[in-house]
Structures are given as C-alpha cells and as structure tokens.
C-alpha cells in the first residue's frame, strides 16, 4: 500500500530559527513529490514540486530534497518567520495517466514572535 | 490570472439530503481532480477528470460522483448524505494529465457541514 507520513505531526519554533520538516513514503517508485502549505479553512498552495529526477529544489528561504531510494524529502525551511504559521503537506504522485495525490498526514507549524 | 474557484464556500445540509459543488478551474486548465479532508482521514483523493472523462476514481462510495463539462468546469454530488460526510471538499486543476509533470492548484475548498 502506497502510504506517506510525514513527521513531526506539530512543532512550534521561534521566529528565526531554521527547520527541517520530513516526509517518508513507502513507494519509490514515484514520479514527483510536491510540498504544499495550508492556511486554515483554505485551500493548498503548491510550494516547491522535485521530479523524481531531481535531487532537490529551492524557492526564496524554502529548499526540499528528494532521496528516492530511502523513501525520503526533506522540506527546509531557513530564518522562519511568523507568518510561515500553517500545515505543511507533502504529497506523491505515481505517475501514469493521472495527476492524483497522495498526501501525507501533515505537519502544523507554529513560529512565535 | 484567476484561480480555481470553489462554489459555494460554505453549505449546510442534513442526513439523506444531496448536495452538487462546482470547481472553475483556472482558464487553459484541461484537468480537474476533487479531494476530501477531514480531521481523522487528511486528505483523499476522489476522482479525476480531463476532457469531459473520468480517468481515476478513488476509494469512496457510489454516493459520490462527478462530472466535467466542456469548458472544464466541473461539479461533484454527493446524494444520501451520510454524517460522516461533512469535510472540506477541494478541488484542484492542471494544465494536462501528464502523470507527474506538472504543480496542482488547489481551489479554497467548500466547506460541508451534514447535521
């Protein structure tokens, strides 16, 4: 079974601080792997998308890895401010013919002023 | 550019009723997929669809089904409405359907209370 965790499920960090937010899948054989963010009650933001190909991509202050072999991304977060506040989500998708997801469980992230 | 457009926002409705959402997805976007989320669940996956046809379905009921116009847009029902049904249902849109090529955009969701 396809399955994605992410872990921690919470963390709270002071403004400032760098941070690493993980996520394992069970599957490698992935095509690519997409972190997102979620504010509450809203809809997703798509943050950084890595092939499979790929070993990692940067956007601003947010760097994600990608290890397929150990099932692993990695989503770096540097100098963390309070407005990154929110769930952080990544998700697989397999390939083929379709663009369906699979999302990991989520890590809610709190950055106090 | 507008994004994908969710209506309604917000809709309450009672056991054995049904219910229709509408996803407008981003112009030029050919492929819509819905999602549900709950607490306890997170995120699944529902079904998908690109020009007018289902190409995925997840593992939900038959209670839920959906459809794809012409102009992309896209309407999901969810007839017999069941407690358990209430979630934050999410649609999101792509350029195609090239298997893992391309970012999702995601609506700001409709948010279904079932009483």
């Known amino acids: 079974k396809q399955e994605v965790t992410q872990i921690p499920a919470a963390l709270s960090v002071p403004e400032g601080e760098n941070l690493v937010l993980n996520c394992s899948f069970t599957?490698?054989?992935?095509?690519?792997l997409q972190w997102f963010r979620q504010d509450p009650g809203k809809g997703l933001t798509s943050l950084l998308l890595i092939q499979s190909s790929q070993r990692e991509q940067t956007s601003g202050r947010l760097n994600a890895s990608l290890d397929k072999s150990s099932g692993r991304s990695t989503l770096y977060i540097a100098a963390s401010q309070p407005g990154d506040s929110a769930t952080y989500l990544c998700?697989?998708?397999?390939?083929?013919?379709?663009?369906?997801?699979?999302f990991g469980t989520g890590t809610l992230l709190a950055v106090q002023p | 550019k507008a994004g994908v457009t969710q209506t309604p926002r917000y809709l309450i409705k009672t056991r054995g009723q049904q219910v229709t959402l509408s996803c407008s997805p981003i112009s030029g976007h050919r492929s819509v997929s819905w999602y549900q989320q709950t607490p306890g669940q997170g995120l699944q996956f529902l079904f998908e669809?690109?020009?007018?046809?289902?190409?995925n379905k997840g593992n939900f009921p038959g209670r839920f089904s959906g459809r794809q116009f012409s102009n992309s847009r896209s309407e999901m029902n969810v007839s017999t409405l069941e407690l358990g049904d209430s979630a934050l249902y999410l649609c999101a849109s792509s350029l195609a359907l090239t298997g893992g090529g391309e970012k999702l955009f995601f609506g700001s969701g409709t948010q279904l209370s079932v009483l």
């Open positions: 669809y690109f020009s007018e046809t289902q190409r």
């Open positions: 998700a697989v998708n397999y390939g083929g013919a379709t663009n369906k997801l699979i």
């Open positions: 599957d490698s054989a992935i095509y690519n």
